[in-house]
């Protein structure tokens, strides 16, 4: 299975989010600065995942990466992990 990331629309203006969806799990990337409104976190592209019924993120380990393509890949590593239902 592929993940196909799509830009979350967020009311702050500079947030930048991507979200992706597997059968049972959800995936987030999202840009943190600490130049700009929104996360604050370490600079880079934040990558996590979830169950689907879960309110708690698991961040992917490596991050942040520096590149939205480095956590794009990442997430789909974990995606691997999961079983094949």
């Known amino acids: ?23 049972d799990h959800s995936f987030a990337i ?5 130049n700009r409104p929104g996360l ?12 689907k019924h879960s309110d708690s993120p698991v961040a992917i380990e490596g991050s942040p990466f520096a590149t939205f393509e480095g956590a794009e890949k990442a997430c789909a590593l974990v995606l691997l992990h999961f079983p094949a239902w």
Request: no cysteine; proline share 8%.
């Open 30 to 34: 999202s840009h943190e600065s600490r």
């Open 40 to 51: 604050r976190g370490e600079p880079g592209f934040i990558a996590s995942w979830r169950p």
């Open 1 to 23: 299975m592929t993940l196909h990331f799509i830009a979350v629309d967020t009311p702050l203006r500079g947030l930048q989010v991507w979200h992706a969806e597997s059968r």
